[in-house]
Nanobody
């Protein structure tokens, strides 16, 4: 069992930056690949970024590529999402998720086994 807790969300102006963190419980964090998803009001949850167990492979949605960076620190049981050049359309609740498929990049929700409660990101124009 893995528990995930996101933090770092908030209100930021367009063009600004935020760094989200997702802290995981347990001693097996490095056994999981990790992902970030987001859900805007009235929309379905969508994939944002993912990273394999050792950080060797990352993958991004086209909408955030070049602006967001996913990383992880297995010693701290934490995955990060650095978000730069934020746009109003990035406004959403951001969720981190863990997958037991440690070497796989997952872009769909059902590929993940554990989810955090989400953190709100609001980008003003």
């Amino acid at each position: 069992q893995v528990q995930l807790v996101e933090s770092g969300g908030g209100l930021v102006q367009a063009g600004g930056s935020l760094r989200l963190s997702c802290a995981a419980s347990g001693r097996t964090f490095s056994s999981y690949s990790m992902g970030w998803f987001r859900q805007a009001p009235g929309k379905e949850r969508e994939f944002v970024a993912a990273i394999t167990w050792n950080g060797g492979t990352t993958y991004y949605s086209d909408s955030v590529k070049g602006r967001f960076t996913i990383s992880r620190d297995n010693a701290k049981n934490t995955v990060y999402l650095q978000m730069n050049s934020l746009k109003p359309e990035d406004t959403a609740v951001y969720y981190c998720a863990a997958s037991r498929l440690s070497h796989t990049i997952g872009t769909i929700e059902r590929g993940y086994d554990y989810w955090g409660q989400g953190t709100q990101v609001t980008v003003s124009s």
